[in-house]
């Protein structure tokens, strides 16, 4: 059977996540919808993440599994059609050997943050990024980062109900700057902890706000204790840029 690995762009909004679940629309489970259609076969599509629900992608790969070769071309236009008017377009479509997997092939993966800080709320960007009323310090955030990048154990970063077998992690980049009212936010891992880049998003915050001082990033990170993280940024920031393989 022809394996085939697609590159996905989303917005994350109208979903309750990558998954497939019982409580509401995914994007795994509309991608199983339009292959349906496609096929006239289920098939279920595995993703290199599984982002949370309001998460967007730019640049999500999954692969699955197909009864008849089609060409990748083919797929890609048949799978835009039958996702309509889903928010959800695939951008590349390619065959791979049947060893690929798109998770666990996964060499890198890479995550953008963003926040606006503006007093106004916002129109173009609603649901697409979280909004900051205060200034932030990009520079003392980028002091911060410093302090979290490397191995080591990420359990002050973690969502409670986060079923990694183990905390530790190697954070490869985390780097913050400012381009006009936008502070972003990017960081890079093989793997990371659920809510991990949002729990580090919303500790940064605290920096750029100057309630906590850049060496708080390392405390934090080094009490091992979820309570001394931050609030947990919104989904509405974060991005699935791309993964490396």
């Known amino acids: 059977m022809p394996r085939y690995k697609i590159t996905i762009e989303y917005d ?115 649901d697409r990024a979280w909004q900051v009323r205060a200034s932030l310090d990009a520079d003392a955030m980028q002091e911060g980062a410093r302090h979290l990048l490397g191995h080591h154990d990420f359990t002050t970063f973690r969502a409670a109900q986060c079923q990694a077998n183990s905390p530790l992690r190697t954070l490869d980049t985390l780097n913050v700057w400012r381009e006009g009212e936008s502070v972003f936010i990017a960081t890079s891992a093989r793997s990371f902890l659920h809510n991990q880049v949002r729990s580090m998003a919303g500790s940064l915050k605290l920096v750029g706000e100057g309630r906590w001082r850049p060496e708080g990033m390392r405390e934090a990170l080094e009490a091992r204790d979820r309570t001394a993280c931050g609030p947990v940024a919104p989904a509405c920031g974060l991005y699935f840029m791309s993964v490396d393989y």
């Not at 096929?39 to 982002?51: E, L």
Request: charged share 25%; proline share 7%.
């Open 12 to 126: 994350g909004t109208p979903f309750s996540g990558w998954q497939m679940q019982a409580n509401g629309p995914s994007l795994q489970g509309e991608l199983a919808r339009a292959l349906k259609a496609f096929t006239g076969v289920r098939v279920v599509p595995r993703g290199a993440g599984r982002t949370d629900a309001g998460v967007h992608a730019r640049g999500q790969v999954a692969h699955f599994d197909l009864e008849r070769a089609w060409p990748p071309a083919t797929v890609r236009d048949a799978l835009n059609f039958h996702l309509r008017p889903a928010p959800v377009v695939i951008l590349a479509c390619d065959t791979v050997d049947e060893t690929f997997d798109a998770r666990f092939s996964a060499k890198a993966r890479h995550y953008l943050y963003r926040i606006v800080t503006r007093r106004s709320p916002l129109a173009l960007d609603r």
